[in-house]
């Protein structure tokens, strides 16, 4: 079971429910096709990348990351005018980048809601579109404090596991996390389709594992 998102997700979510941020420095594009997934045809890029820097997830070393660009399918078929095509994940722009990732397969991944941003040296700037919703007067967001949001974020879903275990242990066994996905009503830019990919139980739409129950302390000998 999936739950699809109707809304574009806040900062905080998009750190909670992206499978992966890294910091790209070198990408390139190495094909461009038609997305016909896509309520209107548009031209789908494959990016091969290495992260420079992996913030959460697993170093994987190279990924293949595939999104749409901004411009016709039209130019995306016709080699001359290819290179008009813009894509978030710019091959030409020397800036670094930071790209919150979902899985979309065993061996690529997509932008989690077009989250791929520019870095200003140390600072992420966060496109318009993103709710920032860190607590109080935050300020600019800098890879240091991207680490420390991963880090608190992580802490909290073990939290809340273990105390799940301890309160319903039974409904903690039964319970299985689901992916969070882009509404099929309201698709964002960052996937090619919001549709669970069933017949890829690596992919996107697996469940992660189970994490063990927490070990509880031994009774003491009478």
């Given amino acids: 079971m999936a739950t699809y ?15 992966a941020v890294v910091v790209l420095r070198e990408r390139t594009l190495e094909s461009v096709t038609t997305d ?37 399918a039209e130019q995306a078929e016709q080699p001359e005018q290819a290179e008009q095509v813009a894509w978030r994940l710019a091959p030409q722009d020397e800036r670094a980048q930071v790209a919150f990732l979902v ?3 065993r061996t690529s991944w997509v932008p989690y809601f ?11 700037l966060l496109s ?14 800098d890879l240091a404090g991207l680490r420390a ?17 301890e309160a319903e242990p039974e409904i903690a066994a039964r319970t299985r996390p689901h992916p969070v996905l882009e509404s099929p009503e309201a698709p964002a830019p960052g996937a090619t389709s919001a549709e669970p990919d069933t017949a890829d139980p690596g992919g996107a739409s697996a469940a992660p594992e189970l994490a063990e129950p927490p070990e ?3 009774a003491p000998e009478e």
């Fill in 5 to 19: 998102l109707t809304t574009t997700p806040t900062l905080l979510q998009r750190i909670r429910d992206c499978q």
């Fill in 36 to 72: 016909h997934e896509a309520r209107e045809a548009r031209p789908l890029g494959t990016f091969r990348a290495t992260p420079a820097e992996v913030l959460k997830g697993d170093d994987e070393g190279a990924l293949t990351i595939r999104m749409p660009g901004a411009g016709s």
């Fill in 103 to 105: 899985r979309e397969s």
């Fill in 114 to 124: 077009s989250s791929v941003f520019p870095l200003d040296g140390e600072t992420v």
């Fill in 128 to 141: 318009e579109e993103v709710e920032d919703d860190r607590p109080g007067e935050a300020g600019a967001l």
């Fill in 149 to 165: 949001l991963i880090t608190r974020a992580a802490e909290e879903a073990r939290e809340q596991q273990t105390k799940l275990w």
């Fill in 216 to 218: 509880l302390p031994e």
